[in-house]
T-cell receptor
Framework: AQSVSQHNHHVILSEAASLELGCNYS??????LFWYVQYPGQHLQLLLK??????LVKGIKGFEAEFIKSKFSFNLRKPSVQWSDTAEYFC??????????FGTGTKLQVIP | KAGVTQTPRYLIKTRGQQVTLSCSPI?????VSWYQQTPGQGLQFLFE???????NKGNFPGRFSGRQFSNSRSEMNVSTLELGDSALYLC???????????FGPGTRLTVL
């Protein structure tokens, strides 16, 4: 069975600070990895995804994530956060045609 | 393309009643997944349908059921509602391969 762990439940940063949100998964085979974001009052939307190839993937709004297979990790990063990045961030994994499993989410609050 | 639509957006029911939620996927998408979102629990997978067949199922009691129609629209039903069923129910559609899911706005169910 696959699982996802997000280490930080609530993160508070000042504008311009760097962000790294941890995500670890467990699954024995090939996986597809995702980060989704839910802005206040909005739908869940895709930030970025990894299927294969370059383990460093870039997404919308300056976000990027690095897939490290040996560590079963897919951490999300942004060099300089803005107040508009305040949202909840979800890491998700899908192994083969199994269900997509989501982490419990990390609430990011950016203080102007 | 129109996004994923869910109806109704809000529902208030009492314990013991049943409820049916509807989801219309993005045109051309053949896979529909349902999730229950609650504070602290994140997104819990309910089930996934692909071409009218249930492809994956989460760990929810039999009171939760779903189906998919030939036009890919999907419904989920919850019978004998309990207070703990109060949540945001999200529907997501995809083409059916192990690709990106697109989420609807959700149906907010309150059980009194």
């Amino acid at each position: 069975a696959q699982s996802v762990s997000q280490h930080n439940h609530h993160v508070i940063l000042s504008e311009a600070a760097s962000l790294e949100l941890g995500c670890n998964y467990s699954y024995g085979g090939t996986v597809n990895l995702f980060w989704y974001v839910q802005y206040p009052g909005q739908h869940l939307q895709l930030l970025l995804k990894y299927f294969s190839g370059d383990p460093l993937v870039k997404g919308i709004k300056g976000f990027e994530a690095e897939f490290i297979k040996s560590k079963f990790s897919f951490n999300l990063r942004k060099p300089s956060v803005q107040w508009s990045d305040t949202a909840e961030y979800f890491c998700a994994v899908r192994g083969g045609y199994q269900k997509v499993t989501f982490g419990t989410g990390t609430k990011l609050q950016v203080i102007p | 393309k129109a996004g994923v639509t869910q109806t109704p957006r809000y529902l208030i029911k009492t314990r013991g009643q049943q409820v049916t939620l509807s989801c219309s996927p993005i045109s051309g998408h053949r896979s529909v997944s349902w999730y229950q979102q609650t504070p602290g629990q994140g997104l819990q997978f309910l089930f996934e349908y692909f071409s009218e067949t249930q492809r994956n199922k989460g760990n929810f009691p039999g009171r939760f059921s779903g189906r998919q129609f030939s036009n890919s629209r999907s419904e989920m039903n919850v019978s004998t509602l309990e207070l703990g069923d109060s949540a945001l129910y999200l529907c997501a559609s995809s083409t059916g391969d192990t690709d990106t899911q697109y989420f609807g706005p959700g149906t907010r169910l309150t059980v009194l």
